[in-house]
């Protein structure tokens, strides 16, 4: 059995969000959604994640899981708004205590805050099976890129998160925080040995050069044959060396910090203050 998706691609943060739909039901899952936020203003919006809400209820569709493949650094989750306009249950890895542990010191959040991530419904382990309706999902833990990273693998279809870009964009950075180029490039080998066929569905694209149009899915054969990063003809020490070069040039993402202080806490914003106000941190001279 294979899922029916339908992907949704915020241009501002270039990321993609699936529905993941079982093929003969109405049951649905919403995988790395957005929340628009203006760094400028500091104010939210749900342009975004409306669209996926007119489209689940037109449908009539039956929200199962809001799920993430990891706490992204350049956009924020929806989750949280979904969860109360759709239902469904949020869910990610088990590691994203570990990211939690890492970056509530760095925001030096409350210190009732649990690093154990029990702002989430569910944490995942590796190689768990779960159910969108009548469509069988299994886990596989996919770090390097941060340690929660985590793909969701359906009949001939896996979802990856931010560990492989299209073959012509190459793959993820692993300089964040308890990221790691030799992880990144064992987990991205453990999606590839999928069958050939299986269809790859990415969170990001950002048009390689010569490129004109957006585009997020593509297959292990094609990622195997002509991914410039990490394809059959790269060693891990190759990959190491590249990878570690490049990301020493690449600034941090513009949505970093707002998006990883509010990801971490499964997409809700931090306890209001006092005066009724939420706030988000930036941490000065510390990365």
């Given at each position: 059995?294979?899922?029916?998706?339908t992907?949704?691609?915020?241009?501002p943060?270039?990321t993609v969000s699936y529905?993941v739909?079982?093929?003969?039901?109405?049951?649905?899952?919403i995988i790395d959604?957005?929340?628009?936020?203006?760094?400028?203003?500091?104010?939210?919006?749900t342009?975004?994640?409306d669209?996926i809400v007119?489209?689940?209820l037109?449908n009539?569709?039956?929200?199962d899981w809001?799920?993430?493949?990891?706490?992204?650094?350049?956009h924020?989750?929806?989750?949280?708004?979904?969860?109360k306009?759709?239902?469904?249950?949020?869910a990610?890895?088990?590691?994203i205590?570990?990211?939690?542990?890492t970056?509530s010191?760095?925001?030096?959040?409350?210190?009732?805050?649990?690093?154990?991530?029990?702002q989430?419904?569910?944490?995942?382990?590796?190689?768990e099976?779960?159910a969108?309706g009548d469509?069988?999902v299994?886990t596989?833990?996919?770090?390097g890129?941060?340690?929660?990273?985590?793909s969701y693998?359906?009949g001939d279809t896996?979802?990856?998160?931010?560990?492989?870009?299209?073959?012509?964009?190459g793959s993820?950075?692993?300089?964040f925080?308890?990221g790691?180029?030799?992880?990144l490039?064992q987990?991205?080998?453990k999606?590839?040995?999928?069958?050939?066929?299986?269809?790859?569905f990415l969170c990001?694209d950002?048009k390689?050069p010569?490129?004109d149009?957006?585009?997020?899915?593509?297959t292990?054969e094609?990622?195997?044959?002509?991914?410039?990063?990490?394809?059959?003809n790269?060693?891990?020490?190759e990959?190491v060396?590249?990878?570690t070069e490049?990301?020493a040039?690449?600034?941090?993402?513009?949505l970093?910090?707002?998006?990883v202080?509010v990801?971490?806490?499964?997409?809700?914003?931090?306890?209001?203050?006092e005066?009724?106000?939420a706030?988000l941190k930036?941490p000065v001279n510390?990365?």
């Amino acid at each position: 059995m294979n899922p029916v998706v339908t992907a949704f691609f915020d241009e501002p943060t270039n990321t993609v969000s699936y529905v993941v739909r079982e093929p003969d039901g109405n049951h649905c899952a919403i995988i790395d959604s957005v929340l628009n936020y203006d760094p400028s203003s500091g104010r939210t919006s749900t342009d975004s994640a409306d669209k996926i809400v007119s489209y689940v209820l037109e449908n009539g569709f039956k929200v199962d899981w809001l799920l993430e493949t990891h706490a992204h650094a350049d956009h924020l989750s929806a989750a949280p708004y979904l969860k109360k306009r759709l239902g469904g249950k949020t869910a990610i890895g088990e590691h994203i205590c570990e990211v939690q542990k890492t970056f509530s010191k760095l925001f030096n959040f409350e210190s009732d805050f649990p690093p154990d991530g029990s702002q989430f419904d569910h944490l995942f382990g590796d190689a768990e099976t779960f159910a969108i309706g009548d469509l069988s999902v299994i886990t596989m833990h996919t770090p390097g890129h941060t340690p929660a990273c985590i793909s969701y693998v359906s009949g001939d279809t896996a979802f990856v998160g931010d560990t492989l870009f299209m073959p012509d964009y190459g793959s993820a950075r692993a300089d964040f925080p308890g990221g790691d180029a030799t992880t990144l490039y064992q987990s991205i080998h453990k999606i590839l040995t999928l069958p050939d066929h299986t269809r790859l569905f990415l969170c990001h694209d950002y048009k390689a050069p010569g490129r004109d149009e957006y585009q997020w899915e593509t297959t292990v054969e094609a990622q195997r044959q002509s991914n410039i990063h990490v394809g059959d003809n790269s060693s891990m020490d190759e990959f190491v060396s590249m990878r570690t070069e490049r990301d020493a040039t690449l600034s941090m993402p513009a949505l970093l910090l707002p998006a990883v202080q509010v990801n971490i806490r499964a997409g809700e914003l931090p306890p209001a203050e006092e005066n009724g106000v939420a706030y988000l941190k930036i941490p000065v001279n510390q990365l």
